[in-house]
């Protein structure tokens, strides 16, 4: 599942007193999961990387897990890009194909054949909102156990937080040099 980013705060300066570089903060998608978090009760996953570990967190309503590793016992950082181009055809071709079994009716009424008509168009724009807002990132290392632990998220239409592929890379070059500065 994908959280949607509340803050992205990367950099190659310390972003606190504490020495930590990265801070991403997630919470569960949709408008349930807005409204609770609204009230403080979000579940929540968030990532925060030091020049000494890297911690993994997750909270829900039976409580917190967190994970810490040391940077010494990372073996790699890896970060992927999904376009979602598969569901967005998928449901053009039903809005489509209902489009047109409707359409056959045409001949009876011309409201029939509008009527199919802004079906197709209502499907066409569905298929573009799910391509374009539904782009889910991951972000993970990779321990020397081969064990993976990181987040998949995606951009927050309601927190308004821009996540595009460049601002994953540069936070997993971010990760990766301090990964490579605590292994020398």
Do not use: C
Request: proline content about 3%; cysteine-free; aromatic content about 12%.
């Amino acid at each position: 599942m994908a959280y949607v980013v509340k803050s992205w705060k990367v950099s190659h300066q310390p972003i606190d007193g504490l020495d930590n570089y990265v801070e991403i903060i997630g919470r569960k998608a949709g408008l349930i999961a807005w409204l609770f978090s609204l009230a403080g009760i979000d579940p929540t996953v968030r990532i925060l990387v030091g020049s000494k570990w890297f911690e993994h967190s997750e909270t829900s309503l039976a409580g917190p897990v967190t994970k810490v590793i040391p940077l010494r016992k990372v073996s790699s950082v890896r970060n992927s890009y999904y376009r979602p181009w598969r569901e967005a055809l998928a449901i053009f071709v039903v809005f489509f194909m209902h489009g047109v079994g409707i359409g056959r009716f045409g001949y009876l009424s011309d409201l029939i054949t509008a009527l199919a008509l802004v079906l197709v168009l209502v499907g066409a724009v569905i298929s573009l909102v799910v391509y374009f807002l539904n782009r889910p990132f991951t972000l993970h290392v990779v321990e020397v156990s081969g064990y993976k632990t990181g987040i998949r998220f995606k951009r927050s239409v309601i927190e308004n937080v821009e996540v595009n592929y460049e601002k994953v890379q540069y936070a997993s070059q971010i990760i990766k040099a301090l990964v490579e500065a605590e292994n020398r």
